[in-house]
């Protein structure tokens, strides 16, 4: 997961690409914040996959061709590095906003956490808590009774996030350092595209709530850390692998700022990300019966009424594909950006140093140029054959190249095994009066809430 990206405030002149007009001072900032999906979606249909978004006293390039993304995040990478504002408070100097030479460290650092076989070893606390929730879950399917399923869902990720990393319970603490982490992301996402927000310096009521709930999580994450420290067990969880990381050429270990700055990013790609795509995939089952009849058969026939391992995940082959078909419509991360370090070329247009590129992977995955029906639900699209024949960049819900996210796996083990262990035992339904549409903040949620129905499957 990877959280929006901050645009830089860096004067640079305005590449030669075509745009929307904007008003004086703000450009087209109102736009963007007022509803980004359907101003991007109309700015692509009317300008190309090249588009210059004015924002008042800077612009930044829209950048929509697979071609060109390959340029950026595979080909020329190192020249377009990330640049977090607010939430590199946050995250730190973590494996997502750091550059060069120490993220590349990092990410040697980490990799063998987020291997198959360390993943594995994780797969059956995922299990675990999906069946407590479960268990929870039977009153009300007996009853017929409505849940709202995002809230359901962040409490099962929150759940299973401390379970992976401090193999401790979810209780009142996991539901305020959830609360806290989404707080900090909705401020920093408003501040984004928003050129008249003042300083996070100056003490106004939303700054002095920020660095208050900063603070809280700050010590909270140290907490666990020097409590791990002290007891001598590192522990076979998340933190207990980062624990023990060590540089294979200089065998030094991270410095305790380093696993803070870690487990913060770790703790918001692990829940956050997921509650939104089971949110989204529990929601658009029921809406199209011929896909949700399919994966209910594929379910029977694999596992045959008891829990999945992550043995059973390669023959799961059709959910995947809807998993997938899901992530092209509603990508958490809907939108990100990069910064161009020295002069280049997309194209036949000249990008100068210190411009801020914008990439938006739901407006790719929609783009009708490599995609038949867009707007339509169709696992099948993701069919070995349908992939083989379709550039590789039309679709990167987890971006690409060497800044690949580095939990991709992660939540993808963890969302198959929560499906698995839901669907056989539930059958959710949704409820007239309560339409759900997506709502694109710090991640693409659907909203604003989604009420849904639960039976016995």
């Known amino acids: 997961m990877t959280p929006t990206t901050h645009v830089a405030h860096a004067r640079v002149a305005p590449v030669a690409a075509p745009g929307p007009r904007g008003l004086p001072l703000v450009g087209v900032a109102p736009r963007l914040l007022g509803d980004p999906l359907t101003f991007l979606a109309r700015a692509a249909q009317h300008h190309g996959e090249l588009v210059r978004l004015d924002l008042g006293r800077r612009s ?50 980490m990799q063998p956490a987020f291997h198959h076989q360390k993943i594995a070893a994780l797969a059956d606390m995922m299990v675990g808590e999906a069946s407590k929730l479960a268990e929870r879950w039977e009153p009300s399917a007996r009853a017929g009774r409505a849940l709202e399923i995002g809230a359901e869902m962040i409490d099962l990720a929150q759940s299973i996030i401390l379970r992976t990393m401090f193999s401790t319970e979810a209780g009142a603490q996991s539901r305020q350092i959830g609360q806290a982490f989404g707080a900090i992301l909705d401020f920093a996402n408003g501040r984004q595209f928003n050129p008249l927000q003042p300083p996070l310096s100056w003490p106004t009521p939303a700054n002095r709530r920020f660095h208050a709930t900063l603070a809280f999580l700050d010590q909270t994450v140290y907490g666990m850390i020097d409590e791990r420290r002290r007891s001598g067990d590192h522990g076979n969880d998340l933190l207990g692998m980062l624990l023990d990381a060590e540089d294979a050429e ?25 509650a939104t795509m089971l949110t ?18 594929e379910l029977a026939e694999v596992l045959g009424g008891r829990l999945p391992t992550m043995a059973d995940l390669p023959r799961l082959s059709y959910l995947r594909m809807v998993i997938d078909e899901t992530l092209r419509l509603y990508p958490p991360t809907w939108i990100l950006t990069r910064r161009a370090v020295a002069d ?9 140093a210190g411009t801020t590129i914008a990439m938006s992977p739901y407006i790719t995955h929609r783009l009708s140029e490599h995609w038949e029906n867009p707007e339509g639900f169709d696992p099948e699209r993701f069919t070995p054959e349908r992939v083989a024949g379709r550039h590789k960049l039309a679709y990167f819900p987890f971006l690409s190249g060497p800044r690949l996210c580095i939990g991709s796996s992660f939540a993808l083990t963890e969302i198959q095994l929560v499906l698995a262990t839901l669907l056989q035992r539930f059958q959710l339904e949704s409820i007239p009066g309560y339409p759900v549409s997506p709502v694109a903040k710090a991640l693409l949620k659907p909203g604003p809430a989604v009420w849904m129905r639960l039976a016995p499957a």
């Open 250 to 274: 200089t065998g030094e270990r991270m410095s305790p700022q380093q696993l803070r700055d870690e487990v913060m990013t770790i703790y918001l790609a692990g829940h956050e990300t997921s």
């Open 60 to 109: 930044m390039l829209l950048v929509l061709r697979p071609d060109l993304l390959r340029h950026i995040l595979q080909e020329h990478v190192r020249n377009y590095e990330k640049n977090y504002g607010q939430i590199a408070e946050l995250l730190g100097n973590g494996i997502v906003t750091s550059n060069g030479a120490f993220w590349l460290r990092q990410r040697r650092l």
């Open 280 to 297: 989204w995939l529990l929601y658009l089952l029921p809406a199209h019966p011929h896909v949700e009849r399919r994966v209910r058969a």
């Open 344 to 352: 280049d070329e997309l194209g036949d247009l000249a990008i100068p």
